[in-house]
């Protein structure tokens, strides 16, 4: 297997919204290699592609031009069946609202992922208390996302993209509807996911404080990948258990 078939690799991609005189190019061909191991930030101006790319990234579209490879699974010319097959088994979602149902208490919200891929009941409660647990918030597994705070919904929502065990983690704005300090308990969580358990951990931010977090940050401007810039020597791939 080769390090690129851990990865998440984007090549030369390339999306347009609509058509005609309605034509809005959002990716103008990007490409980068997101690895094991490593939290890539993706940074740059309202409008400039970031969440379009990692839309690419999640499998949730597929570029006009170009390529996307997920692991190994290259997403070219799949249907949106195949597609969430990719997502199911490969890709955990942090959104910035949290997306949550109100009225199920926190470990079913983590649970429901589990539900889809027909895990039985019991397994899936065992599994969606344990994460919850993990993420610090044990007494907190039955209250609905109504009686927690917003960093305690956040935890409840990273707790639940990783409920099928995911190798990719990514997270549009994980933080901006965060304090100063739960925002951090959430980066610092998705950084331990990607240096301790060798995931791969992107996040699309405008947050200056994610910044000195990442491991490498990339810059998108109008499409097209504009600055790149290396925070920490990233653990090669190969080096991750
Ligand atoms: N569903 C859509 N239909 C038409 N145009 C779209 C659609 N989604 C995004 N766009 C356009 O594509 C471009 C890139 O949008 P995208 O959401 O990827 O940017 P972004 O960098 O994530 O922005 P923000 O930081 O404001 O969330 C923008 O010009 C946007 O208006």
């Given at each position: ?5 851990q990865a ?14 309605a ?11 997101a ?19 990692l ?7 597929t ?25 199911l088994?490969?890709?955990?979602f ?9 009225t199920l ?6 649970a429901?992922p589990?539900?889809l ?22 007494d907190?597994?039955?209250h ?8 305690q ?11 099928h065990?995911?190798?990719v983690?990514l ?29 791969i ?24 990948i ?7 020597a ?8």
């Amino acid at each position: 297997m080769s390090a690129n078939d851990q990865a998440l690799v984007v090549e030369d991609a390339a999306l347009t919204y609509g058509s005609g005189e309605a034509a809005t190019p959002a990716l103008r061909g990007v490409s980068l290699t997101a690895r094991p191991g490593e939290v890539l930030l993706i940074r740059g101006p309202s409008g400039s592609g970031k969440t379009t790319l990692l839309q690419l990234m999640g499998a949730l579209k597929t570029p006009d031009r170009g390529r996307v490879s997920i692991c190994g699974t290259s997403t070219t010319g799949l249907g949106q069946r195949q597609l969430q097959a990719i997502r199911l088994r490969r890709i955990g979602f942090v959104f910035q609202f949290f997306n949550l149902f109100p009225t199920l208490s926190a470990w079913e919200n983590v649970a429901l992922p589990l539900d889809l891929v027909g895990r039985d009941r019991r397994s899936a409660e065992r599994r969606a208390r344990a994460l919850l647990a993990d993420l610090g918030l044990a007494d907190r597994a039955d209250h609905r996302p109504g009686e927690l705070s917003g960093g305690q919904r956040q935890r409840v929502a990273v707790a639940r993209a990783l409920a099928h065990d995911p190798q990719v983690i990514l997270a549009d704005e994980p933080t901006a509807a965060l304090d100063g300090a739960s925002g951090l308990v959430v980066v610092e969580t998705l950084r331990s996911l990607a240096h301790r358990e060798g995931r791969i951990v992107v996040l699309v931010s405008h947050d200056a404080r994610l910044a000195d977090k990442a491991d490498r940050e990339i810059t998108v401007e109008d499409g097209r990948i504009v600055a790149e810039q290396r925070k920490r020597a990233s653990m090669p791939a190969g080096d991750i258990a």
